[in-house]
């Protein structure tokens, strides 16, 4: 079967360096998405990664090792509008779009 | 202007009845989605369209019929509504069914009562 594996909930300070990491099992691979969802609004596009390495997009940097089926989302100097769920999803051999059930991040003062 | 945008917002009704959900995209693009996200967060694909033919259709009850009359539209008539279908509906669009960036609209929270 296809699998996304994320942790459930994660609490990070504000200012600080927060790692929330993804792995998947899925048949075939076209790339891996990361999407940020407030509450109780749509998810929104962060990152695309299709080839291994770190991809920065200011505060934000995503990884991706296809050889370990491994990604992970990095954010730097958290502020307290990072308090979001953050979706990995995973595009199959069909490009069809696997989705985690997401990490729900937690920023304290 | 909204990208993607989707009526009701809102949606309270009572078990049996049939309803309507209607979506919009502005982006000129060929694929559109929908997605049922549950109580526990689980984003689960219902139906894709690329140029208003259906292209994935998971195993959702034949209650839930989609319809594209348009690139631009893509509706879900839902029948004999039950419980279980109380969740969010995104629908969201893409330029092609493969590697893009999909825009999701502001989803539609279902009530069975």
């Known amino acids: 079967g296809q699998n996304i594996d994320q942790p459930t909930e994660m609490t990070a300070t504000e200012g600080a360096i927060v790692q929330i990491n993804c792995t998947y099992q899925?048949?075939?691979?076209?790339?891996l998405f990361w999407y940020q969802q407030h509450a109780g609004e749509a998810p929104t596009f962060l990152s695309y990664n299709v080839l291994d390495g770190l991809e920065e997009k200011g505060r934000f940097s995503s990884f991706l090792s296809r050889s370990k089926g491994y990604s992970y989302l990095l954010l730097k100097e958290l502020q307290m509008k990072d308090s979001a769920s953050y979706l990995c999803?995973?595009?199959?051999?069909?490009?069809?779009?696997?989705w985690g059930a997401g990490t729900k991040l937690i920023i304290k003062p | 202007d909204t990208a993607v945008s989707q009526t009701p917002k809102y949606l309270v009704t009572q078990m049996g009845n049939d309803k309507s959900i209607k979506c919009e995209q502005n982006l000129g693009h060929d694929t559109m989605y929908w997605y049922k996200q549950d109580s526990k967060k689980f984003l689960k694909i219902m139906f894709s369209?690329?140029?208003?033919?259906?292209?994935i259709n998971e195993t959702v009850p034949n209650r839930f019929s989609p319809k594209s009359p348009d690139k631009a539209h893509l509706n879900l008539h839902i029948n004999s509504l039950e419980l279980g279908d109380s969740a969010v509906y995104f629908c969201?669009?893409?330029?092609?069914?493969?590697?893009?960036?999909?825009?999701f609209g502001p989803g539609t929270r279902l009530t069975v009562l």
């Open positions: 899925t048949s075939g691979f076209n790339g």
């Open positions: 369209y690329n140029n208003k033919e259906l292209i």
């Open positions: 999803a995973v595009l199959d051999s069909n490009y069809q779009l696997i």
């Open positions: 969201a669009s893409s330029r092609s069914p493969s590697t893009d960036t999909q825009y």
